[in-house]
């Protein structure tokens, strides 16, 4: 009966349990109505500002559970205060948060309840403000913002990357994406995407910066998606960085590493945020590493093995093409005498790289191998014990092939730690470099455009283009170079020389014989093949010195017109242009008699006392006969080797012109009493053809037979000069 009782019991009991349950509930939605009009009445003077608090906004996240409230404070309250109050009227629900100092709050409702939440910034009871929020029991749900997006623009596109909150990610299935350019009024276009999937907007103009924003598409759990901030997409970097200058130089204090030094220009001037240095090995090996800076400059310690290094600008969107540069391998020492490496081949597929004992400091190496023009392969080992490593060359890598050049680098890794590569950038050094070939060959090409110069009787020197290594298929010892003399093939003469020469004398040959000659290369396999065949020809005997003599002469030419030369000028000049005859030379002047001295000096002298105002006297031609007795008498016909006296010296002799004696005996009329009118300023000599016979008549009868045979030469003109009373030449005549 217990039992039963017991089981009567237990529906009541839930029942009960159920009444005070609603009965407590409405005792306090009625305690909590109350309280709601006491504090609607407390805030009656708030109101609605655009400088305060505003865009209050509930919604539920995942579950009405997870209902909260959001706002954003006023702009002129420095210390800010919220309260919040929750009315769902149907219910009679009404709920106050107080004393809230951050801009959200979580909230309890009933969810198929219309709410009302309104939220009261109270920094202070003059300056109050509100905001206030309705919404629908079918609208709690909402999606989104995403809490990430990332873009990525390339070629006129962009890519969009969104991630979503943990609550909203089971319930978002598409977002849309809308775009338009920097400060432009209106939105371009709208893309819907897949919630997992990249989402591509195409068409845009590479140069331009645009504005983006993003939402879930709405759905039963996603009733409200609102649209993200606003992103700004920066325009795409489309040029690449011009490399500058490349300097590659070796460290003062570091044997086996080099310092590159790259700088770079970038066009696109702010519109990046920096550049993005990329290094790495030729060889493939790993790691590739990223160097970013903000200048145009980097400076890397590298080994000498070969290195590509890319350089781009960047920014949060995209990066512009790169800049590449292979910085070629450098080796250390030349071909097959480098004494710091060894290379003994065992086959095509094994090979043995020896190296000093001074090394075994060094545990981690790396050897790198490669044929002339191709990509190097490498192996990296640990070796603490021997000075040697035989490398196995593996599947992956290409077998040795005969007649075909290899080089190998042995690189020292000082980190014990790991052998492998962990950056590029100053992790390893360059110990050695050498060549080796698998097998050699003979040479397939012989020399080239062979010549020959400074020809001798018995001599002559050879020039030629050396092999190109390609084509040496092994190391080149030398050259040989067959000669003989035409037509007498059968005696050849070899002359063997060093692979670094080009040129050779040929000594001991027969004077004026013709020589044909073939040049070919050598290497430990043998001789290659020969050159095509040349002629040349010694000079005769005697010949030899020809252009010794004409050099000779030319520089004795060019010596004498540098000592003589100005002589021959000043020599040349007067038998070309001939001075204005003077007349104490003049075979006129010296045939006049003496008779005819005295007056004619008598008249120049009267001229220049009078006259030395004018600064020139001329005697002019006139065709009057002139008395015999108005002449100065010349010297006789014995005095004719030599010129007067007073014509010979110098005028500086005696001041005035004339000696005081010559002037005291002159007659005294002269010239000025003759018929002679000075109309020109030149006469001819037909004056004193016409006064030589007067002249002459004064004489002795003796002087006509003289007079007859006296034949004076008519002169073009005569001319006389004076300058002043005190002139540097008193007396110039010119005839």
Same mark, same amino acid.
């Given at each position: 009966?217990?039992?039963?009782?017991?089981?009567?019991?237990?529906?009541?009991?839930?029942?009960?349990?159920?009444?005070?349950?609603?009965?407590?509930?409405?005792?306090?939605?009625?305690?909590?109505?109350?309280?709601?009009?006491?504090?609607?009445?407390?805030?009656?003077?708030?109101?609605?500002?655009?400088?305060?608090?505003?865009?209050?906004?509930?919604?539920?996240?995942?579950?009405?559970?997870?209902?909260?409230?959001?706002?954003?404070?006023?702009?002129?309250?420095?210390?800010?205060?919220?309260?919040?109050?929750?009315?769902?009227?149907?219910?009679?629900?009404?709920?106050?948060?107080?004393?809230?100092?951050?801009?959200?709050?979580?909230?309890?409702?009933?969810?198929?309840?219309?709410?009302?939440?309104?939220?009261?910034?109270?920094?202070?009871?003059?300056?109050?403000?509100?905001?206030?929020?309705?919404?629908?029991?079918?609208?709690?749900?909402?999606?989104?913002?995403?809490?990430?997006?990332?873009?990525?623009?390339?070629?006129?596109?962009?890519?969009?990357?969104?991630?979503?909150?943990?609550?909203?990610?089971?319930?978002?299935?598409? &977002?849309?994406?809308?775009?338009?350019?920097?400060?432009?009024?209106?939105?371009?276009?709208?893309?819907?995407?897949?919630?997992?999937?990249?989402?591509?907007?195409?068409?845009?103009?590479?140069?331009?910066?645009?504005?983006?924003?993003?939402?879930?598409?709405?759905?039963?759990?996603?009733?409200?998606?609102? !649209?993200?901030?606003?992103?700004?997409?920066?325009?795409?970097?489309?040029?690449?960085?011009?490399?500058?200058?490349?300097?590659?130089?070796?460290?003062?204090?570091?044997?086996?590493?080099?310092?590159?030094?790259?700088? !770079?220009?970038?066009?696109?001037?702010?519109?990046?945020?920096? &550049?993005?240095?990329?290094?790495?090995?030729?060889?493939?090996?790993?790691?590739?590493?990223?160097?970013?800076?903000?200048?145009?400059?980097?400076?890397?310690?590298?080994?000498?093995?070969?290195?590509?290094?890319?350089?781009?600008?960047?920014?949060?969107?995209?990066?512009?093409?790169?800049?590449?540069?292979?910085?070629?391998?450098?080796?250390?020492?030349?071909?097959?005498?480098?004494?710091?490496?060894?290379?003994?081949?065992?086959?095509?597929?094994?090979?043995?790289?020896?190296?000093?004992?001074?090394?075994?400091?060094?545990?981690?190496?790396?050897?790198?191998?490669?044929?002339?023009?191709?990509?190097?392969?490498?192996?990296?080992?640990?070796?603490?014990?021997?000075?040697?490593?035989?490398?196995?060359?593996?599947?992956?890598?290409?077998? /040795?092939?005969?007649?075909?050049?290899?080089?190998?680098?042995?690189?020292?890794?000082?980190?014990?730690?790991?052998?492998?590569?962990?950056?590029?950038?100053?992790?390893?050094?360059? &110990?050695?470099?050498?060549?080796?070939?698998?097998?050699?060959?003979?040479?397939?090409?012989?020399?080239?455009?062979?010549?020959?110069?400074?020809?001798?009787?018995?001599?002559?020197?050879?020039?030629?283009?050396?092999?190109?290594?390609?084509?040496?298929?092994?190391?080149?010892?030398?050259?040989?170079?067959?000669?003989?003399?035409?037509?007498?093939?059968?005696?050849?003469?070899?002359?063997?020389?060093?692979?670094?020469?080009?040129?050779?004398?040929?000594?001991?040959?027969?004077?004026?014989?013709?020589?044909?000659?073939?040049?070919?290369?050598?290497?430990?396999?043998?001789?290659?093949?020969?050159?095509?065949?040349?002629?040349?020809?010694?000079?005769?005997?005697?010949?030899?010195?020809?252009?010794?003599?004409?050099?000779?002469?030319?520089?004795?030419?060019?010596?004498?017109?540098?000592?003589?030369?100005?002589?021959?000028?000043?020599?040349?000049?007067?038998?070309?242009?001939?001075?204005?005859?003077?007349?104490?030379?003049?075979?006129?002047?010296?045939?006049?008699?003496?008779?005819?001295?005295?007056?004619?000096?008598?008249?120049?002298?009267?001229?220049?006392?009078?006259? !030395?105002?004018?600064?020139?006297?001329?005697?002019?031609?006139?065709?009057?006969?002139?008395?015999?007795?108005?002449?100065?008498? /010349?010297?006789?016909?014995?005095?004719?080797?030599?010129?007067?006296? !007073?014509?010979?010296?110098?005028?500086?002799?005696?001041?005035?012109?004339?000696?005081?004696?010559?002037?005291?005996?002159?007659?005294?009329?002269?010239?000025?009493?003759?018929?002679?009118?000075?109309?020109?300023?030149?006469?001819?000599?037909?004056?004193?053809?016409?006064?030589?016979?007067?002249?002459?008549?004064?004489?002795?009868?003796?002087?006509?037979?003289?007079?007859?045979?006296?034949?004076?030469?008519?002169?073009?003109?005569?001319?006389?000069?004076?300058?002043?009373?005190?002139?540097?030449?008193?007396?110039?005549?010119?005839?």
């Amino acid at each position: 009966m217990v039992g039963r009782e017991a089981q009567i019991s237990r529906p009541h009991t839930l029942i009960l349990g159920l009444i005070l349950t609603y009965h407590t509930t409405l005792t306090s939605c009625v305690q909590e109505s109350s309280a709601c009009k006491n504090l609607t009445s407390q805030y009656q003077h708030c109101r609605i500002h655009p400088a305060g608090v505003h865009d209050l906004d509930c919604f539920a996240k995942g579950s009405t559970q997870n209902m909260k409230c959001v706002w954003k404070p006023g702009k002129h309250t420095a210390q800010k205060t919220y309260t919040l109050l929750i009315q769902q009227r149907r219910r009679n629900y009404c709920k106050l948060y107080s004393n809230i100092t951050q801009g959200y709050e979580k909230i309890t409702i009933f969810s198929s309840e219309n709410l009302t939440a309104e939220i009261f910034e109270t920094s202070d009871s003059a300056n109050c403000t509100k905001a206030v929020f309705r919404g629908s029991a079918n609208k709690w749900m909402r999606c989104g913002p995403p809490y990430n997006v990332s873009f990525w623009r390339h070629a006129g596109k962009l890519d969009v990357s969104v991630s979503w909150l943990k609550d909203d990610r089971n319930f978002i299935t598409k &977002y849309s994406v809308q775009y338009k350019t920097l400060n432009s009024q209106s939105w371009n276009k709208t893309v819907q995407c897949q919630k997992e999937k990249t989402c591509t907007v195409g068409d845009l103009n590479s140069s331009l910066v645009y504005n983006v924003q993003i939402q879930c598409v709405t759905n039963k759990k996603c009733s409200q998606c609102p !649209w993200s901030q606003t992103y700004i997409v920066p325009s795409e970097l489309t040029s690449r960085p011009v490399l500058d200058l490349v300097e590659d130089s070796n460290l003062a204090s570091e044997d086996g590493r080099r310092l590159l030094f790259l700088s !770079w220009t970038f066009s696109a001037k702010g519109a990046f945020d920096g &550049y993005s240095v990329t290094v790495a090995k030729a060889s493939g090996e790993a790691p590739c590493e990223q160097i970013n800076t903000t200048k145009p400059e980097v400076r890397l310690v590298l080994s000498y093995s070969a290195f590509h290094v890319g350089i781009r600008a960047y920014n949060n969107v995209s990066r512009s093409p790169a800049v590449n540069k292979t910085i070629p391998q450098r080796r250390r020492g030349s071909g097959a005498g480098d004494t710091r490496l060894n290379v003994t081949v065992h086959s095509n597929k094994s090979f043995t790289v020896h190296w000093r004992d001074s090394l075994k400091r060094y545990v981690c190496y790396c050897v790198e191998w490669n044929k002339r023009g191709h990509k190097a392969f490498y192996k990296s080992f640990f070796e603490n014990e021997k000075n040697y490593k035989t490398i196995s060359i593996s599947a992956e890598h290409e077998p /040795l092939e005969p007649y075909e050049r290899y080089t190998v680098a042995l690189h020292t890794r000082p980190d014990k730690d790991t052998c492998n590569l962990k950056r590029v950038n100053n992790s390893e050094a360059t &110990y050695g470099s050498t060549r080796f070939y698998f097998m050699q060959g003979t040479p397939v090409r012989a020399p080239a455009n062979i010549s020959s110069y400074n020809m001798t009787a018995e001599s002559a020197v050879l020039e030629w283009s050396s092999i190109a290594e390609e084509d040496t298929r092994g190391f080149l010892l030398g050259y040989t170079i067959h000669y003989t003399e035409y037509g007498h093939s059968t005696t050849e003469t070899n002359v063997t020389v060093g692979p670094e020469m080009n040129h050779y004398t040929l000594d001991n040959l027969k004077s004026g014989t013709i020589y044909e000659l073939q040049i070919s290369g050598f290497t430990q396999a043998g001789e290659g093949v020969r050159s095509t065949s040349y002629r040349l020809k010694t000079n005769q005997q005697g010949d030899s010195n020809s252009s010794v003599v004409s050099i000779i002469i030319i520089f004795a030419v060019v010596v004498t017109v540098l000592l003589f030369g100005p002589t021959i000028i000043k020599r040349t000049k007067v038998v070309v242009w001939p001075s204005i005859p003077n007349p104490v030379n003049s075979n006129a002047m010296k045939q006049m008699e003496g008779t005819c001295e005295l007056e004619l000096l008598e008249s120049i002298n009267t001229l220049k006392v009078e006259e !030395w105002d004018t600064d020139s006297l001329q005697i002019i031609e006139k065709e009057t006969v002139i008395p015999a007795d108005s002449l100065p008498r /010349l010297h006789s016909s014995e005095d004719e080797g030599s010129a007067p006296d !007073w014509l010979q010296k110098d005028p500086e002799d005696a001041p005035g012109g004339v000696p005081p004696d010559a002037v005291s005996e002159l007659p005294q009329g002269g010239f000025q009493s003759s018929a002679f009118t000075y109309t020109s300023e030149y006469t001819t000599m037909e004056m004193f053809n016409q006064m030589m016979p007067q002249c002459v008549q004064a004489n002795t009868d003796g002087m006509e037979a003289e007079r007859s045979d006296l034949t004076v030469g008519k002169l073009d003109y005569i001319r006389q000069f004076s300058s002043s009373p005190t002139m540097d030449s008193e007396l110039s005549t010119f005839l």
